[in-house]
């Protein structure tokens, strides 16, 4: 899988695999119909992040969390 380009199934792999690494409880704001794919570039700046950075503390994930909550469709 290259990540490197913008589509429906790496954005889907891209917001589980956050939501695996961020620990969301609530999977429904990971859904990948309520993202754009114009947004995919920040998407993956993201999880590029979040994989180097390997373990993230409670402060960091709510961070991100609300970074993605930034790039939701309104």
Do not use: H, W
Not at 10 to 31: F, G, H, P, Q, S
Not at 41 to 48: C, I, Q, V
């Amino acid at each position: 899988m290259d990540l490197d380009y913008p589509s429906k199934e790496n954005l889907k792999y891209i917001l589980d695999e956050l939501a695996e690494c961020l620990t969301v409880a609530n999977r429904a704001i990971m859904d990948p119909e309520d993202y754009d794919l114009n947004k995919y570039e920040d998407l993956k700046l993201m999880y590029d992040m979040i994989i180097q950075k390997g373990q993230l503390s409670a402060s960091e994930s709510q961070a991100f969390i609300e970074e993605l909550r930034s790039v939701r469709k309104a």
